[in-house]
């Protein structure tokens, strides 16, 4: 015990000594957050319209009825009414960019609405440009009041009017919405962490010569796969925690809406960790056994890569699926169980049996990593391969 | 004299791929590194392992220091088992290979403390040794200075202190002072012959006649992974100097100079 305790220190002396594994610590985690944010607000920008924006464009036979419409809805405008035989030359505005719209009404448009039921259908024009946000934005607006004021004229009946007729409450929408996207990010996170971290621990070591001089003290083989397991799964999780704190901090800009964390409580936030730290130890182990047979970092990130790809595949389960699974054996797949139990955390739907079969699960595949990392250590042809 | 190491009758092979193949040219799947390895030390003496590149001298030593092992034959140091019980022997032997390598985040200071705790050397003990060693290599100037940014003589005078921090009864050192320039190598074995007198046995391996002559009690000459002679030093060089009776031994043994 006391020489794990000595390997770990070490190994946490080593990394934060280190500038390019602080970097590898915690840039992801920054990264994230900025990339997201910045994300966030390009497509915002890209789909939103500021609220002071005048639209401007051209009006043919102007509808009183719309107009007045707009100006309830307090919506800026500066239109220019012109002939209808000039609509061709000023298209050529829209197309470039230089105006919003141009809408054709129907000659006495408000007139003939009194009395459309004595009348064909009408019809009324809108040129807009889906490239420019503030064109398509002014043409939905245009639709819809076009809407009301047709809807207004010909009203039967209306749906769901006046109130607000979903029951979902906020906390079943934030907990839909991170229920779907988190388990699958977070995982990435972690294995990310991991993957950055675990060929750098072990191949790294191999690579330098520096563990042959941790083999030759009493140090026992065991004693160094439980230790650097420990210490670079707890790294991991600190590269995780960041990413994740980067992720929610930026979640709510990357998808335009208010996300509120608070809805989860401590039991919640205590089984994401339970199962978080249960597949960062096995993720951590089973990247050290591969990192083991390469001579190079290089070479384990490389030995690694197609375990990354299978890992990422199974964290995409609840993704596809859309709900966590019921038959107790699949949480015996590792990645798959986290990732499915996750979720069932997330929706606040958890099955005590299914996590339990997770964690100890994984526990067990860390156990037996360890005693294969340990027989590892103790074979010369991996240690010393040329 | 008390017989502190005995090595019987140890073989060693290993597979090779076909890089290895291609390198050292040939088609044996197979190299015999140590084809029946037999000799023992005695306490407080200096045993010079000599031989050619390739014979089997580093196989061997890394044998001893438990690094790799044997695929027959018997060692036991100071009476202890090296296949039976490698972490025991670890506690009394103190190696020292260019392989083994120390990381370059860290100071001489830090992997002194760090490696005495791995031999479980007592705190007070530690640092009185630390005082000493680091004032007889003169590492006391650059203590502080990460192992990246030492020179390449530096860094081998604190592999050779870190290889003391438990104050070990066998020393094995593979080539200590190839790489060495001829001050440090001085120092080294200056040094190595105080250990000697202070009752430690130091196992050395080289292909430097001088040296052996210089600092050795007992030679033991490997042609081909199998040990010639081993025999006292002055008896050996009784009627030749070091130099002619190894090459006299090479030429018998391989047919060729």
């Known amino acids: 015990m006391r020489n794990i305790w000595i390997i770990i220190k070490k190994e946490f002396a080593r990394f934060f000594k280190d500038r390019r594994m602080l970097v590898a610590l915690f840039l992801p985690g920054i990264l994230i957050y900025v990339v997201y944010s910045f994300m966030g607000d390009i497509i915002n920008s890209m789909v939103t319209v500021e609220n002071n924006y005048v639209y401007t464009g051209y009006v043919v036979n102007q509808s009183n009825l719309f107009k007045s419409t707009l100006e309830l809805e307090k919506i800026k405008i500066n239109f220019e009414e012109i002939d209808e035989s000039h609509i061709e030359e000023h298209k050529e505005e829209i197309k470039n960019r230089e105006k919003d719209i141009i809408i054709v009404f129907p000659k006495q448009f408000d007139e003939s609405l009194k009395y459309q039921n004595n009348q064909s259908v009408m019809n009324v024009e809108i040129f807009y440009n889906s490239t420019k946000t503030e064109s398509s934005t002014f043409y939905q607006i245009g639709l819809e009041i076009l809407n009301k004021i047709e809807s207004k004229i010909t009203n039967i009946f209306d749906i769901n009017a006046g109130q607000n007729y979903d029951l979902a409450d906020e906390k079943d929408l934030s907990a839909s919405i991170i229920s779907n996207l988190l388990p699958m990010l977070m995982l990435m996170l972690i294995l990310s962490g991991c993957i950055g971290i675990a060929p750098e621990s072990i191949a790294g070591e191999k690579e330098r010569g520096t563990i042959a001089t941790l083999l030759v003290t009493p140090l026992k083989r065991r004693e160094l796969a439980i230790g650097k397991i420990v210490s670079i799964s707890s790294l991991a999780l600190i590269s995780g925690l960041v990413s994740f704190i980067g992720v929610m901090l930026s979640f709510p800009k990357l998808i335009a809406r208010n996300i509120d964390a608070s809805i989860y409580g401590f039991k919640e936030y205590f089984l994401i960790f339970l199962v978080i730290i249960s597949l960062t130890l096995m993720a951590i182990t089973l990247m050290a056994i591969v990192s083991s047979f390469a001579k190079s970092v290089k070479e384990a990130t490389n030995y690694i890569s197609p375990f990354m790809i299978l890992m990422v595949l199974l964290s995409l389960s609840t993704m596809i699926t859309q709900s966590a699974a019921n038959n107790v054996v699949l949480y015996l797949i590792p990645f798959f169980n986290v990732n499915q139990t996750l979720y069932s955390i997330f929706s606040f739907d958890i099955n005590v049996t299914n996590l339990i079969v997770t964690v100890i699960a994984n526990v067990v595949y860390t156990i037996l990593g360890i005693f294969m990392l340990t027989k590892m250590f103790g074979n010369e042809k991996i240690m010393f391969s040329r | ?257």
């Open chain 2, 1 to 257: 004299m008390e017989k502190i190491l005995e090595v019987q009758n140890v073989k060693k092979t290993f597979k090779l791929s076909r890089k290895q193949q291609k390198i050292e040219k040939t088609n044996q799947k197979i190299k015999v590194a140590l084809n029946g390895l037999s000799f023992a030390t005695y306490k407080g003496e200096i045993y010079g392992l000599l031989g050619p590149n390739g014979a089997g001298k580093t196989t061997a030593l890394r044998i001893l220091s438990t690094l790799i092992k044997a695929d027959e034959g018997h060692i036991e140091i100071d009476g202890i088992d090296v296949s039976k019980n490698p972490e025991e022997v670890r506690r009394k032997i103190g190696f020292l290979t260019s392989e083994l390598k120390l990381e370059d985040f860290f100071t001489p200071n830090y992997l002194f403390d760090f490696f005495s705790n791995l031999h479980d050397v007592p705190f007070d003990i530690a640092n009185e040794r630390k005082k000493r060693l680091f004032e007889k290599f003169g590492i006391d100037s650059f203590c502080e200075v990460k192992v990246a940014n030492l020179s390449t003589g530096m860094k081998q005078k604190v592999s050779l202190v870190i290889s003391l921090v438990h104050d070990p009864d066998i020393i094995i050192f593979d080539e200590p002072t190839n790489g060495l320039d001829v001050l440090t190598a001085k120092v080294v074995t200056d040094f190595l012959q105080e250990l000697r007198n202070s009752g430690k046995t130091i196992i050395i391996s080289t292909h430097i006649f001088s040296l052996v002559e210089k600092i050795c009690d007992r030679v033991g000459i490997i042609i081909n992974g199998r040990m010639i002679v081993s025999e006292k030093l002055n008896e050996l060089t009784k009627e030749k100097n070091l130099e002619d009776v190894f090459f006299d031994i090479y030429k018998k043994e391989v047919g060729e100079e």
